[in-house]
């Protein structure tokens, strides 16, 4: 982890309180309850994980977009596409089919960041960063899955 650029870190770390707000509050409803009677309906802890996790599938693909420039090849271009793509034809019918969506896509996600690892796209502290932040928002959308 000491290779990984403090901003980097921090934000990714900082990124996943989402997440980990939400898993709290399917574990805890009392939570989800008062984040609602806070914030609104939307922010509901099932509703939460899907949304935010859509939102940062999304990103990824982003990420992986700006990567891919660097190599100016067909197909790191596609791939990143892909983690979007799925978001959106995927993620719906309902909360588990959207949570299940959501969790083979941070899979497949990383595995593309393992992809644009092995084609030396992305910095040497990428994966043991993407590994971390995987782990741990696919923790929090199987604790929503369960839920």
């Known amino acids: 982890m000491s290779q990984i650029p403090r901003p980097a870190l921090f934000l990714g770390l900082a990124g996943l309180l989402p997440f980990l707000w939400a898993a709290l509050g399917v574990i805890v409803p009392t939570v989800s309850d008062t984040t609602v009677?806070?914030?609104?309906a939307r922010f509901n802890?099932?509703?939460m994980l899907?949304?935010?996790g859509t939102v940062i599938l999304c990103?990824?693909?982003g990420v992986l977009w700006g990567y891919a420039t660097t190599?100016?090849?067909?197909?790191p271009y596609l791939m990143s596409?892909?983690?979007?793509?799925?978001?959106?034809?995927?993620v719906g019918g309902g909360e588990k089919q959207a949570t299940s969506a959501l969790?083979?896509?941070?899979?497949?996600?990383f595995v593309c960041d393992l992809q644009f690892r092995v084609w030396r796209?992305?910095?040497?502290?990428?994966?043991?960063?993407?590994?971390l932040l995987t782990a741990v928002a696919m923790g929090c959308l199987f604790i929503g899955y369960l839920g």
């Open 37 to 40: 009677a806070a914030l609104g």
């Open 121 to 131: 796209l992305t910095p040497d502290w990428w994966i043991p960063m993407r590994a």
């Open 45 to 47: 802890a099932p509703y």
């Open 81 to 90: 596409t892909l983690p979007a793509l799925w978001a959106f034809f995927m």
């Open 50 to 52: 899907i949304a935010y």
């Open 59 to 61: 990103f990824m693909s």
């Open 103 to 109: 969790l083979v896509g941070f899979l497949l996600v």
């Open 71 to 75: 190599s100016n090849r067909f197909l």
